[in-house]
């Protein structure tokens, strides 16, 4: 009985490590920026290309992680509504069309910290735990 009751617990301990926890993911802009906050849609028109601005006029330049970052998954589905298939389709006929191209992708989150953080048009997204002050957050992803 007390290996069972050994096992058990070792299996549960082992579990509650196999959790993924993630923090929420947060919209992000330059703190020099005039915008102090954006909504679903301003976002989501900014990201599909369909808003070349912000809401004061200055220029939005979106920046984009790769597909394998779980704060991109969780932008895409939660702002966007949509898939990362759908995502890839939507792109792939703006393309075609000549009528949009898909933000500039980077690899690591701390290539979108360092681009917002130097530049006031950039607008990205992460892991509200891998920002910093040199950074302002203006919208906070509900999942």
């Known amino acids: 009985m007390k290996n069972l009751y ?24 330059n703190p020099d920026s005039s915008v102090e906050s954006l909504t679903k849609q301003q976002i989501t028109d900014i990201f599909l290309s369909k808003a070349k601005s912000f809401p004061d006029g200055s220029l939005a330049v979106p920046v984009d992680l790769s597909e394998d ?3 991109r998954e969780i932008f895409i589905k939660s ?20 009528k949009g191209s898909p933000p500039k992708k980077v690899d690591f989150p701390e290539d979108v910290l360092d681009l917002v953080a130097n530049n006031p048009n950039i607008v990205g997204y992460l892991d509200e735990d891998e920002i910093d002050d040199s950074v302002k957050v203006v919208y906070r992803v509900n999942q």
Not at 15 to 23: E, G, P, Q, R, T
């Open 6 to 29: 050994l096992s058990l617990v070792a299996y549960i301990s082992l579990s509650l490590l196999s959790i993924n926890v993630s923090a929420d993911v947060v919209i992000i802009v």
């Open 69 to 71: 970052n779980e704060a």
């Open 79 to 98: 702002v966007l509504n949509r898939r990362q298939s759908q995502i890839r389709a939507y792109w792939s006929d703006l393309i075609f069309t000549g």
